[in-house]
């Protein structure tokens, strides 16, 4: 249900009260290959946007029968019931919610629904904070097990409905019919781009609440939120700790070695869209190229695993993906998971980087990625 209460203005544009990203911990260094990759992307993000506006919170409500773009839509998933919990008593009744809505620019889309879970009776001042990104199709409701855990181990637990999904979706077909208008229209970038500007506003806002430590903010998510996590923590130095979940793959690999059927069949309109446009007679690499170049432009050059992935260093990384996942194939993260280990090593952080890929598992998330990512934000955010 919409809210019906007045915007509340809460503080100035992002880039004018925080400065960018890129230059937040190197405001007076000499610009190096990261921050220039890192510049490059966020000049991306800004050439897509709506007018801007002031980042203002709005209360919202509890949304009663959220919208999945599934049929039939999901009942339960073990692996998001599975995330350790501390033994308290009644904790449903000990916790707090907080729904509201981020006004990260104009226009529809640029109003972004977060939920937020925490104890309401914690002695902590300040507490850490994760956020956890949802799947295609799906929404930030779906993931409320998975935050109810990390809230009741003292944790600020954080979700959002990504673009053209949840309460930003209207019916069954939005995000696809999003992908479509993109390949034909080139004004959005609603795989993967837009989302993880609203993910850098989100930082915007975490970081100023009196009851997050600001310097201890994690991310993670599955499968599309995976991905939305990658590209929020090489684009945002504040999110300190990232565990993304069969998200992270290699876009130009896939395209080269004709290992993109899999992920292309996940979001399969639009690159049947650009085939009628092409005069193809079936979708081949060729399609997939020029689709991936129209509607995430640099997803499979420039801004690819190979060079935005070893750009987290030195913060800590954590990559949980399946052995045998055909959208997010191993061979196709050698490279950047080489690069990385090096970008690691010389910032003598080689603890703080870690791929696992758990054995006979496809395009899955499991019970055990979701506890090693939960310690992975334990032993990172918790010291």
């Known amino acids: 249900m919409r809210n019906i209460f007045p915007p509340i203005r809460f503080f100035f ?62 009942t339960f998933s073990e692996a998001m019931e599975s995330c350790p919990k501390a033994d308290i008593e009644n904790l449903k009744e000990r916790l707090k919610e907080e729904n509201l809505y981020l006004h990260t620019e104009a226009g529809e889309q640029g109003k972004l629904p977060v939920l937020i879970l925490s104890l309401k009776d914690s002695k902590l001042k300040r ?37 053209y999904h949840g309460e930003r979706a209207r019916n069954l077909t939005t995000y696809r019919d999003a992908l479509v208008s993109s390949w034909i229209k080139g004004d959005t970038m609603p795989f ?18 009196k009851d ?14 995976g991905m939305h996590a990658w590209f929020a923590a090489f684009a945002d130095t504040r999110y300190a ?48 190229k020029k689709v991936w170049d129209r509607i995430a432009p640099g997803l499979a050059s420039k801004f690819d695993s190979p060079s935005s992935i070893p750009a987290i260093a030195p913060r800590p990384l954590l990559i949980l993906n399946g052995a045998d996942d055909p959208r997010c194939p191993l061979d196709g993260i050698k490279a950047p998971t080489k690069r990385a280990r090096k970008a690691y090593a010389k910032a003598r952080a080689s ?24 310690d992975w934000m334990d032993r990172f955010l918790k010291q």
């Open 13 to 74: 544009f992002f880039w004018l009260s925080h400065g960018t990203p890129e230059n937040t911990d190197h405001s007076n260094a000499v610009i190096n290959g990261t921050d220039k990759i890192r510049s490059q992307f966020l000049h991306l993000l800004r050439t897509r946007r709506s007018p801007q506006v002031p980042l203002t919170v709005e209360p919202a409500k509890p949304v009663q029968h959220p919208l999945f773009q599934k049929v039939p839509p999901p």
């Open 192 to 209: 993967l781009f837009d989302t993880v500007w609203d993910l850098i506003k989100l930082a915007d806002y975490l970081t100023e609440r």
């Open 241 to 288: 700790v990232a565990a993304p979940i069969i998200g992270v793959q290699g876009f130009r690999w896939a395209v080269e070695n004709d290992k993109w059927q899999a992920r292309v069949d996940s979001i399969k309109p639009v690159f049947e869209e650009a085939r009628i446009d092409l005069g193809k007679s079936a979708i081949d690499k060729d399609v997939v």
């Open 127 to 163: 507490r850490p904070a994760v956020v956890f990104l949802h799947s295609t199709n799906m929404n930030k409701e779906w993931v409320r097990p998975l935050l109810e855990a990390y809230a009741s181990r003292e944790y600020i637990a954080v979700a959002i409905d990504s673009r």
């Open 351 to 374: 603890n703080k980087f870690k791929l696992m890929a758990q054995p006979r598992i496809g395009h899955k998330m499991t019970p055990l990625m979701v506890k090693e990512a939960s």
């Open 212 to 225: 997050i430590h600001p310097k201890r903010i994690g991310i993670t998510g599955e499968s599309l939120g």
